[in-house]
Structure formats: C-alpha cells, structure tokens
C-alpha cells in the first residue's frame, strides 16, 4: 500500500515562503508521476503544480507559475513545493497525488491513484 505524506504548512503572513514535503513510502519519486493540488473553503480542488515521473519535467498554474516550484531527487523518497510571494487566496489544504502508470505530467486529479491526507496552508494579510 502506498502512502503519501505531506508536511511543512503552516501560517504565513503575505509575501512569506513555506517549502511543502511529500514522502513516498515505499519506492523512490522516479517511480511517481508527482503533483500537487489544494482546496480552499467552499471550492473545488485545483491544481498547482505536477512533476514527471523520471525525466523531472514540471508545470506549473498561471496562477502560482512565477512563485512556487516543484522539484524532487529522483534517488530520494521526497517532492517538495517550494513556495515563495504568498498571497492570502494561496490559503487552502495542500494536497499531495502520485501514480505509478504515468510517464508524463498529470494535470487531472481523477488521473492519480495516490494521494496524501493533506496540509493546511493559512496565509494571512
């Protein structure tokens, strides 16, 4: 069974940074398709980041592109998210997805078979 879980949230004020953490139980990350998605209160889960399985390929939302970052160790365990210039609508639960069959970047979150039990990100203006 594999099992995701985040780490790293907290409460920020704008314009801080936190570093997200997903550990992979199991296997390393170069096994993973990896991504990242969130949900804010009364909203739909959107996502924010995703990284490929082996070759590290990532993407980005236009609404998060210029300030978070994606980024793994392939003989590691780990995907982080690295997230900079926060801004209050960042505030949400942060999810972490994974899946195994994929090689390229997953977009959709009906597409991941994984995914970790979440962390809150507040930030406050």
């Known amino acids: 069974q594999v099992q995701l879980v985040e780490s790293g949230g907290g409460s920020v004020q704008a314009g801080g940074s936190l570093r997200l953490s997903c550990t992979v139980s199991?296997?390393?990350?170069?096994?993973?398709?990896m991504g990242w998605f969130r949900q804010a209160p009364g909203k739909e889960r959107e996502f924010v980041c995703a990284i490929s399985r082996s070759d590290s390929r990532t993407y980005c939302a236009d609404s998060v592109k210029d300030r978070f970052t994606i980024f793994k160790d392939n003989d590691k365990t780990t995907v982080y998210l690295q997230m900079n210039s926060l801004k209050s609508e960042d505030t949400a639960v942060y999810y972490c997805?994974?899946?195994?069959?994929?090689?390229?970047?997953?977009?959709?979150?009906?597409?991941?078979?994984?995914w970790g039990q979440g962390t809150q990100v507040t930030v406050s203006s």
């Open positions: 997805a994974a899946d195994d069959w994929a090689y390229g970047i997953i977009l959709d979150s009906t597409l991941y078979k994984y």
């Open positions: 199991g296997r390393t990350v170069s096994e993973y398709a």
